[in-house]
């Protein structure tokens, strides 16, 4: 499933350039994570950068309304890596 930056995030900037996929940018008030663009790191990275890099806890965590398996993270990747 994609993540969701949610309220408890504070701006600090840290997830916007870690982003392999470039799927994080400013909302209207907080970071927000576009879902079609988010593969959790799958193919890049062991974890989500992310979630790896956020300093609050639980503020990256997982989208409830964009529900995936790996096998569908992965095929996204190799999609948006023009792989396939």
Do not use: R, W
């Not at 209207?28 to 300093?55: A, F, M, R, W």
């Amino acid at each position: 499933m994609a993540l969701l930056i949610n309220k408890k995030c504070i701006n600090c900037d840290m997830c916007e350039p870690e982003c392999p996929n470039e799927a994080i940018s400013m909302g209207d008030n907080i970071y927000e994570i576009n879902p079609d663009l988010c593969t959790e790191c799958k193919g890049h990275y062991d974890i989500p950068t992310c979630q790896s890099v956020c300093p609050i806890n639980n503020c990256v965590v997982s989208d409830p309304n964009n529900i995936e398996t790996d096998e569908e993270l992965l095929e996204k990747f190799v999609k948006l890596q023009g792989l396939a």
